[in-house]
């Protein structure tokens, strides 16, 4: 299961063979050259949006043959520099807050639910080497209170890290996707670059068009094995660029399953209270750790560089209130005091999980690079002055089974140029309850027939 470098460099190869744009030229190298305006048009024949808005519903399941050069040729930069403590220290409160603020409303609701801090991480790093002043502050903040700089290492040092992993698989890959239209955005060559050097973040110039949806969604899915088959449901007019992260984890069991430790036909109760048929997993291990509310161990993948990490609630302990209670230092108190036998089991399980995360960032801090007001001028120039993040997309997929575990995540940062209408919230019209109507001559709003409805039995 090794992902070496000479893999991860022909996957870049192959995948810069299935791009599909026409040009690679807009690009800015000096800050001061200003971009082409767009032509004045005859607003009298003008529609809400020149281009279609294109969904996922118009694109095939094979994406068009395509070709072109990344609009950077440096290459990735090998980081071997331990992030140091104090920088871990602050990941895991970012983390634990991040869950927290995502997942509390759907745990609450009885729903599973799995995010990536380290793919949200790695995308909206991405994103912040091209903020300046307090829109790169309010990231770092919601980052987890560290420099652009010591995220940049810290990044590039796991993902090294990861792929050079040669007992677990693990895939890393990020992408930037810029709208191929110069009239309306112009790349820094120095982002490109510094993303290229940093996070082997190849920039594409892509139209924009049903088939840049069909190619993205190809490249989250062959990035994830296959585990996410589509980050984008459409791409709005307003869209100028995507940066997009996506993470594949595959690991087997350090020690494997014999027949008797697996049991067929258990049961486990769910938050209702009621019993679900399980496939249940019993071992010993050897990481047991606990404190006022937990009761948990560790499991060790191939290799031992990584594990799962259960934490149990106490009986008394409502699983949303227990989610409340983590943060960083908790995290860390657990994981360190690992040690001792104990007897386990788990529960065999499947699922999938999506979000929309821009409220959560923004009530961790992030508030200033969702508005129009954001400063992305080392990123790129508009030809409206504005570029700001409109979406982050995050969706995640776990398989954990009796031979180990497969998981997988893709990020999205979406960067608009403009402001996008507000969509309505859809009304709501249940004919559930008793009510009057009409039906009426619409040249002059005359009701032709009128009544009304108080049972369907009369």
């Not at 990123?379 to 398989?399: C, F, P």
Request: with cysteine; aromatic share 10%; proline share 4%.
């Amino acid at each position: 299961m090794n992902n070496s470098y000479i893999k991860k460099a022909l996957s870049a190869a192959l995948a810069a063979l299935v791009l599909s744009m026409t040009s690679c030229g807009n690009i800015t190298e000096k800050k001061d050259t200003p971009p082409t305006k767009k032509p004045d048009t005859d607003s009298s024949s003008a529609t809400p949006s020149d281009e279609p808005v294109v969904t996922s519903d118009e694109y095939s399941d094979t994406p068009a043959p395509l070709s072109v050069a990344p609009l950077s040729s440096v290459t990735l930069d090998e980081n071997y520099i331990l992030p140091d403590a104090d920088f871990y220290a602050s990941y895991r409160d970012y983390a634990a807050e991040l869950f927290k603020a995502v997942c509390t409303d759907d745990i609450k609701s009885g729903k599973n639910a799995m995010i990536s801090p380290e793919s949200v991480m790695m995308a909206l790093g991405m994103t912040a080497n091209g903020a300046k002043g307090d829109t790169l502050s309010q990231m770092e903040t919601a980052l987890g209170g560290k420099g652009i700089d010591a995220i940049n290492n810290a990044m590039q040092y796991r993902m090294n890290r990861f792929m050079a992993n040669e007992d677990v698989s693990f895939n890393v890959a990020n992408s930037v996707w810029v709208r191929d239209d110069a009239n309306r955005i112009q790349m820094s060559q120095d982002f490109c670059d510094k993303v290229k050097s940093v996070y082997n973040a190849d920039s594409f110039l892509a139209p924009f068009d049903s088939t840049t949806l069909d190619v993205i969604n190809s490249w989250v899915n062959k990035n994830t094995n296959n585990m996410i088959p589509n980050i984008l449901d459409y791409i709005p007019d307003e869209a100028v660029a995507y940066l997009i992260n996506a993470i594949a984890f595959e690991g087997a069991w350090a020690d494997n399953y014999e027949v008797y430790q697996i049991s067929e036909d258990d049961k486990f109760t769910n938050y209702k209270g009621e019993e679900e048929k399980a496939v249940m997993l019993y071992s010993q291990e050897g990481s047991y750790f606990s404190d006022e509310n937990t009761t948990g161990f560790m499991k060790d993948y191939e290799g031992h560089d990584y594990a799962f990490m259960a934490m149990l609630p106490s009986e008394d302990t409502d699983i949303a209130d227990y989610v409340a209670g983590i943060d960083g230092d908790k995290l860390s108190k657990l994981w360190r005091s690992a040690s001792g036998d104990v007897n386990v089991c788990i529960p065999e399980f499947t699922f999938d999980y999506n979000s929309e995360l821009s409220d959560e960032l923004k009530s961790m801090g992030m508030e200033l690079p969702f508005t129009e007001s954001a400063d992305f001028s080392g990123m790129a120039e508009t030809s409206s002055g504005a570029l700001y993040i409109n979406r982050v997309i995050h969706k995640t997929h776990i398989e954990l089974d009796r031979n180990g575990t497969k998981a997988a995540a893709a990020t999205a940062v979406v960067m608009t140029d403009e402001c996008a209408m507000e969509e309505e919230e859809p009304k709501i019209v249940y004919l559930n309850r008793p009510f009057v109507y009409a039906i009426i001559d619409k040249e002059s709003g005359t009701p032709i027939f009128i009544g009304a409805v108080n049972t369907l039995n009369g």
